[in-house]
């Protein structure tokens, strides 16, 4: 049954043409019971790389290395618990600051969910309890959601006045639909007609330090994300789409092994997909761990693989960047959902850019340049890659 399913899908996909905004009409199928061989992988070689240094300043300090790069600019998580900082496209002029951490009405508790509007200049955060928007100068603006289950929803940005959202019905061993757009507007939702025969989660068992075994679920994002695309990636779909911003679907990979058809079958985690590329990792189906060991497990530390969309090959990239001599300052994963399509994002800290820079380790002249001019408690400098074709 899951063959016949699965030539169904490519026989409909192969049949497109080459979508108008990029997306390749190739379907990936993803052999989930493989372990690929490790490869070495250049970033030079497979991406054009442009340095952006974050001016620094008292009033724009950064904290963390969370980023989001897009066309408009750039937002970042500022020094103090609760801000947001949005930078223009240069890094260099504070656009806006959102810092509202509170108890109050108006105010989050935490950050769970950021996502930026540059059109209409807002930004939705989703703490614990509830949605709110705010303008760029951090005035409150409305409310969308007030739940206390925000933790199992996913939100991404479908189009100029709707987000899109997706919850995970845990233990549901019946249909359900999880996906909605939201209105950015007035908080208005509308379900997607797009059903889950059931949950599907790997099953993990919990081994106390005295014997007692409890259940834990580990459940996949029902939503992948870069800075102007959404994935569906809910396992119990069989497929991974994109979805467009009028709703349109299009199947972009399946694992061979079908979840709802194999109750055995590994789940399929989307890292990161685009024209050139495609990261995955897979999540086993059935996993016993004791707890004091439950952090350093490798069944809960599974390798991303890359696939090559051109030639066909799956491998385990090991990150090289020509740029730095020091090993040490080598990538383990490329940021593919901080950032545009197409693009990846890797963060470079200026304490060790200032090192990497006093030793003589830095080849590249243009990222000298920018270390050359840094301090060590500077904000990061962040590596874009724009993928070669």
Not at 191 to 218: C, H, M, Q
Request: proline residues 5%.
């Amino acid at each position: 049954m899951k063959y016949l399913i699965l030539f169904s899908i490519i026989s409909l996909v192969c049949s497109c043409r080459q979508t108008s905004d990029g997306i390749q009409s190739q379907l990936i199928v993803a052999d989930l019971t493989q372990d690929y061989p490790p490869k070495r992988i250049e970033l030079q070689d497979i991406a054009d790389i442009t340095y952006i240094p974050l001016a620094t300043a008292d009033s724009m300090l950064v904290n963390s290395d969370f980023s989001v790069v897009s066309n408009d600019g750039i937002v970042v998580r500022g020094g103090k618990i609760g801000e947001i900082l949005l930078f223009d496209k240069q890094g260099q002029t504070l656009q806006g600051r959102i810092c509202r951490r509170g108890q109050g009405p108006e105010e989050y508790t935490a950050i769970i969910h950021n996502i930026v509007d540059w059109e209409r200049k807002e930004v939705f955060i989703g703490d614990y309890k509830s949605l709110k928007v705010y303008d760029f100068q951090g005035n409150y603006l409305r409310t969308l959601i007030r739940d206390n289950d925000m933790m199992m929803l996913d939100i991404g940005n479908l189009n100029r006045d709707y987000l899109l959202c997706g919850y995970n019905n845990s233990g549901s061993e019946e249909p359900y639909q999880p996906y909605f757009s939201l209105s950015k507007e007035n908080g208005k939702t509308d379900t997607l007609t797009i059903e889950i025969p059931r949950f599907i989660a790997s099953n993990r068992k919990v081994e106390w330090d005295d014997g007692y075994v409890t259940d834990a679920y580990g459940y996949l994002p029902n939503l992948y994300k870069c800075a102007d695309k959404i994935y569906l990636t809910n396992v119990a779909l069989d497929t991974i789409f994109a979805i467009q911003p009028d709703q349109t679907r299009i199947p972009v990979m399946i694992p061979l092994q079908a979840p709802t058809q194999d109750e055995e079958a590994p789940l399929l985690y989307l890292r990161g997909i685009n024209d050139h590329y495609a990261w995955t990792r897979k999540m086993p189906r059935h996993v016993k761990v004791q707890l004091s060991n439950m952090m350093n497990d490798p069944s809960f530390l599974e390798k991303t693989y890359m696939y090559d969309r051109h030639t066909g090959e799956w491998f385990e990239p090991i990150y090289r960047n020509r740029a730095i001599s020091n090993r040490k300052m080598d990538p383990k994963f490329i940021n593919t959902t901080s950032v545009p399509y197409g693009y990846g994002l890797i963060i470079l800290n200026a304490m060790d850019l200032v090192e990497a820079y006093e030793n003589n380790q830095i080849t590249d002249e243009k990222l000298k340049n920018i270390a050359s001019k840094l301090q060590e408690e500077d904000n990061p400098v962040l590596m874009l890659l724009k993928f070669k074709g």
